[in-house]
């Protein structure tokens, strides 16, 4: 296995944890980006992901799986004043948009897993799509030379 796939696998496994104790999608992708990069997001922070888990509070809107990895890609590109250009992270969030929807072939929630809320089966598919979100991103991250090399 080369060294870029152990470090995808070590961000999905973390993904993974997170999910497994309990955090929904959204907010086990900011958390594990944010464990494995020591990114500056405070416990504090972390609250504005819970929303999201569900295609926002099972709506089953977009998934929030990538709506966490669009999260991380704000913390790591995002304004933090009106005076810089929103031309990077815009760029990035439509770009993995696209990746995720080219990989899972939708970005609804309700489309990519059918399941009812809270069953095995919900929760089994959330797991996969989840984790394998975290993959793509730390992939694209390293591509883009947002992250440092690990």
Known sequence: MSEQNQV???ARDLTGQHF???FNCAESVVRAF???YKLDISDEALKM???????LGHAG???GALSGATMVLGMLQGRS???QSRGPIYGSAQEFHDIFSGQ???????VLNPHEFGSKEQRH???KLTTTTAGILLKYLQDKQLVPAK
């Open 20 to 22: 497994k104790e309990g």
């Open 34 to 36: 944010r464990d494995f």
């Open 49 to 55: 992901a819970s929303g999201f888990g569900g295609g």
């Open 125 to 127: 598919t959330c797991f």
């Open 61 to 63: 809107c977009m998934c």
């Open 104 to 110: 899972f072939g939708a970005t609804c929630c309700r």
């Open 81 to 83: 004043n009106k005076e």
């Open 8 to 10: 995808q696998l070590t």
